[in-house]
């Protein structure tokens, strides 16, 4: 429950962003919206420490001095170990900067090509092959530092909140997130075992000519390699952009959810329920914009968010707009005002609302919950059905509904303004409840930290 708190704090700046814009942008890409509070991530890094260990030439071998050994045996003994901190939220704005994989590799050949051969020696095929070994050693480790980075610092999808994995999971695609990051680290393993060997064999040069000709033959191993497989580390920094562009949602603020089928009204709802403008978040696999907005009442801001619509079918056929939907529900503590539209002029069948509104209303019962009839301004005096409906249903649940919607719901038009009043006090009321809960979950949480 800690983590509910730390979760996510910056939405104002994020959730306006839409992830074109976002992109296309280059006062955000200077930095802007890498600050998590007050921690800045990087936009860079140096890999100045890897370049200062020496060398020395044992028998004609090319071997590290014990603290680079330790260095290059760790590059390849350790596995390496994403840390698993389970929920700790916010984790897409906590993402390093990704550098190209042409700008590694341009970076890492011209920081190796100004290491210079070690003091002192005064045989030249001696001096060579050791300024060789250590041009390699550095080339090695200056392309693989920055993927040890990415992938210490890309977080196990296992360890993420749920909500942050499925936002994954609906990005990306199953499986993608971890396959990149396996594809990086693969890299990252092949630079270190081909730097390594041909810095060794050019140690073991017995000319200055073929010392050179060593060295330029391990630089050209090592770039074709990066070359060849950098395209992971490109897919990477598409990744970290995605992730970060993500709407922000602030999980120890009330959050009121709208949801209902599409059309129903529940952007206008956001609207009108809003203290300001509220903003259009764009999560990057959507077409269309989901609005949150605040609302603030004795003294205190609480969130205002629409859903993507949700339509009458079974999980397996729903499309990621109706699975952000769901992901939300699951994931965060929200209430909920379900908005019904019995004047059809949604488009989704009441009736076909109704088994919609059922099959939520199951699901996620411990939610506090409103529902409302929106558009009552359309409402005639006999129930709507749809041509393609059975006019003689059977059912009372589904006739009762078609007429009045669920017991105890609110009728609202924004055109004619009718019920909005009732609707903001019950709003508040809801929205003071949650915010009980959430504090009684924090004071829960806190206590069980000091046991
Ligand atoms: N007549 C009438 N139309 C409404 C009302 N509320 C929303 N609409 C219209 O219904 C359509 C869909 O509304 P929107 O808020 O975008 O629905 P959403 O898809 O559920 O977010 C828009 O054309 C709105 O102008 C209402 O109270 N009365
Ligand atoms: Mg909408």
Redesign the pocket.
Known sequence: MKGFRCFIRQHQCQAALSFKSFLGNPKLLSGRCVHVGDVKHPTGFSCKSMQTSSYEVVKGSYKPTTAATAVAEEETNTKVQPSLEIESLGAFQKLPMVMQSVDILSSAMRKARRVSPTKGIANIAKRERNKGAKQLDSLMKELAAPLKVYIEKFPDKKGLHPYERSLIELTLGDGNYEEVIRRVDSLRKKVVSVGKEHASLCAKSLSKREAEERLNQGTCKLEEIFHREGKAVDELVNIAKTLRAMPVVQLETPTLC?V????????????LLSSGKPEICNYPFTTRGV?MGHIVMNHQRFQVT?TP?LLSRSDEKRNNLEKLTLAVLSHLPTAILY?H?L?G??GTSPSDQCMIYKEIRRRFKEHLWLDVV?????LQGSPVIFASEENDIDDSEVTQYRKEGPDGAIR?????EEGLGELKESVHELLATQMERIRSKENVADGEALT
């Open positions: 709208l209902g089928a599409p059309n129903v009204g529940k952007s206008s709802l956001v609207r609005l629409d619509g908005v539209d004047s002029e949604c929106s558009k009552c301004d359309l609202v038009s924004v055109k004619t």
